[in-house]
């Protein structure tokens, strides 16, 4: 390995390790081992907040399929991301113990390109009318005009997503 090379993956490393000492000890960004993962959460748990829903990440990662709950009301949240850098357009299989999703999508900019939110008796209507698994993987696809959010659930405009400074 050439040394210009080298010196990227141990700053690349380097900048993973810092991340991780400083969200291991926030209540937030502690958690799950998948960084994208938590900074799907934190987003999430933005958006939540701004909400009023008063959202907790869950502590214990191990459970069936969501990663806050929210105090106002008990809902248990899923939190899926994907970002630009994933070609494929498929992330995590979702799980069956959550009442509701929340998609993201981050774009080259490093912000929300899309945001989808969607309750469970929505999201299972709208995939058993398409004849469609109740446990997809999560889709870049879900977020298109004729995805799972825009039908059956709620796709965010862009002026939305800005409004609430999600990243």
């Not at 502590?59 to 969501?66: E, L």
């Not at 113990?97 to 999508?105: A, K, P, S, T, V």
């Not at 929300?112 to 109740?134: H, M, P, W, Y």
């Amino acid at each position: 390995m050439n040394n210009n090379r080298k010196q990227l993956c141990l700053n690349y490393l380097k900048a993973r390790q810092d991340f991780l000492e400083v969200a291991n000890k926030d209540e937030v960004l502690h958690g799950n081992d998948n960084i994208i993962g938590r900074i799907g959460e934190a987003i999430a748990h933005s958006f939540l907040e701004q909400m009023g829903r008063r959202p907790k990440v869950v502590k214990n990662q191990s459970n069936k399929g969501y990663d806050i709950i929210c105090e106002h009301d008990n809902a248990r949240i899923s939190v899926k991301m994907i970002t630009s850098e994933n070609e494929g357009g498929c992330t995590s299989k979702i799980n069956h113990e959550w009442d509701e999703l929340i998609g993201i999508e981050l774009g080259d900019n490093l912000k929300v390109k899309n945001f989808g939110l969607i309750t469970k008796d929505a999201f299972v209507e709208e995939q058993k009318r398409k004849k469609q698994s109740l446990e997809p993987s999560f889709s870049r696809n879900m977020f298109k005009e004729n995805g799972v959010f825009a039908l059956a659930g709620k796709l965010f405009p862009k002026e939305a997503i800005n409004k609430y400074d999600l990243l």
